[in-house]
């Protein structure tokens, strides 16, 4: 499994057994070391690493990418998002997340040699922030690889010995629910680090935080949540968790400022969303999104639905009737980029990613409180999750109306905490008072469609909420639904039981997570 373990330098092992073989065990053993270069590094240099690979690529990359297209908040017209779109190869080849594979490991790899280090007889040995906050990366890296591939290497992979070199090329596939405990320890041996000192300090490495350790703790209480709320179908006290569920938000973000924002990106480093669509254009506006927003007439419809290219310009549609409004339908859209319309999220190039946001606290919150049938806390939860949720797609479409300059012709206003609130008042809360849960998971839906790199935690409540047989979301694609990724290429031909578990990867279709009821 060494595309899993790699990036670390590999020295070439030269036999000498025919000319040196009364050589002593000792000197063989340290004919291949490196001594001109250092072999390992501060963890917080590591850190920086690990937070940009995580942001830009895990959270931001192709799982984003391509859960947009399955839970219909864009729709795939060329290429292999066109082949996801219409569920031809893509979504069952194992070559179709490789890269994503391969870099989550590596980057729970980083985050591991970090924790080590910073061990008793490490060389970071006192740094507890810097170990803390490995343990909340370990622990955020871990969950996206049991949540998209279930049952997944895990003890035995992302593990290296002191020279960095793998300790298992075969590693064997652990249960989603054992990787889950050690998620929760993690987060929990985090929570205790957080609030301790380091010897030396984060600082501009850090580039969710600075080194805040108070912003790193409230990050992994979210995260606490998160997970619990992911756990609840197998909870044994589900009432008991919600009430968890509450007491790790309040201990969370209490406003926009506190998330884990990865907020790095200029015209030279841009966001990956909008990296994907520049080079691929691959995406159009979603017929059954753009029906769920004009039916509540959702202010973020006129403010990010874009027309197709017309002279070289972008028309902000005036609603659903407008002739400049041309959406694709979901599941058999024509192969074609210059039919259709565009989300403005495409053009949002500066859009920070969002590992964890501020408004995913406060949907966790009313979700908790809704279950409880808590419903006038539920509801002022909710209320400020949409707020802050709108302001998010607000921020990025100016972003996007930034880049393309006089390419667009603007025809809305800019989405204001005012117009949320008036937005709520008269169109969310009358849904909400029928049936709130509903309410809160659609709205939860709308808050992640975006350049923020949240499509992956909505796949995950679309996957969670079916295995209650609660089908929110009324998707039009009549295709079969991939409910899991199917393991990267890497490993189905170099490892054994990776190889066996993939088989042919049509089990996406059928065989559910085990947090999502079933048993792999």
């Known amino acids: 499994m060494k595309t899993i373990i790699g990036s670390l330098k590999t020295l070439t092992v030269v036999s000498f057994s025919l000319i040196f073989s009364a050589c002593s065990e000792d000197i063989m053993d ?33 799982f ?22 219409t569920r031809l190869n893509e979504p069952s080849a194992a070559s179709t997340f490789n890269n994503i594979w391969s870099g989550t490991y590596t980057s729970l790899k980083n985050a591991r040699i970090i924790i080590n280090q910073c061990n008793e007889g490490g060389r970071d040995e006192g740094n507890y922030i810097t170990k803390g906050a490995a343990e909340v990366m370990a622990a ?5 690889l049991t949540d998209m591939f279930g049952d997944t290497p895990y003890s035995e992979a992302a593990v290296v010995d002191e020279n960095g070199s793998p300790m298992y090329m075969t590693p064997k596939i652990d249960k989603q629910e054992e990787i889950y405990a050690t998620i929760m320890t993690l987060l929990d041996d985090a929570i205790v680090n957080l609030q301790k000192e380091d010897l030396s300090p984060l600082g501009n490495y850090d580039l969710l935080y600075g080194g ?41 973000f209490s406003s926009a400022a506190d998330q884990a924002a990865f907020a790095v990106y200029d015209v030279n480093n841009i966001n990956p969303f909008y990296g994907f669509f520049a080079s691929r254009a691959a995406f159009a506006n979603s017929e059954s999104l753009g029906a769920k927003l004009s039916e509540r007439k959702d202010p973020r419809f006129t403010r990010v639905m874009l027309s197709p290219t017309q002279g070289g310009k972008r028309i902000q549609v005036t609603g659903a009737s407008d002739p400049n409004y041309v959406p ?45 049938n808590r419903t006038s806390e539920a509801e002022a939860a909710l209320k400020e999750a949409v707020s802050s949720a709108i302001l998010n797609t607000e921020n990025s479409v100016a972003s996007a109306i930034t880049t393309l300059g006089s390419n667009i012709t603007v025809t809305s206003q800019a989405l204001t905490e005012e117009a949320a609130n008036s937005y709520f008042e008269a169109n969310v809360k009358p849904l909400f008072a029928i049936d709130p849960l509903k309410e809160v998971m659609l709205q939860k839906y709308f808050a992640f469609w975006g ?3 949240e499509a992956t935690e909505s796949f995950n409540d679309v996957r969670r909420l079916k295995a209650e047989g609660k089908d929110f979301y009324a998707f039009k694609n009549t295709k079969k639904f991939p409910i899991r990724c199917p393991y990267g290429n890497s490993d189905t031909s170099a490892n054994p039981e ?23």
């Open 30 to 62: 340290n004919i291949n070391k490196d001594t001109s270069h250092t072999n390992s590094v501060e963890g917080k240099f590591i850190m920086t690493d690990v937070i940009t690979s995580t942001a830009f690529s895990n959270v931001g990359g192709d």
């Open 64 to 85: 984003n990418t391509y859960f947009s297209s399955y839970i219909e908040y864009e729709v795939g017209i060329d290429n292999q998002l066109y082949n996801a779109e």
């Open 140 to 144: 955020y890296n871990s969950a996206l």
């Open 212 to 252: 805040d350790a108070g912003k790193w703790l409230k990050f992994a209480y979210g995260l606490k949540a998160r997970y619990t709320m992911r756990l609840l179908n197998r909870s044994s006290d589900k009432d008991g968790d919600l009430k968890k569920v509450l007491e790790y938000t309040a201990k969370s």
């Open 328 to 372: 694709a339908p979901n599941g058999t859209p024509e192969q074609n980029m210059q039919k259709y319309g565009v989300s403005a999220f495409v053009y949002s190039g500066t859009a920070p990613t969002l590992l964890l946001s501020f408004h995913e606290i406060k949907f966790l919150e009313a979700e908790a409180l809704s279950r409880l």
């Open 451 to 453: 350049a923020s790199g």
């Open 498 to 520: 990776v190889k066996a578990a993939y088989g042919d990867g049509q089990y996406i279709y059928s065989e559910q997570v085990w947090w999502a009821g079933g048993n792999r």
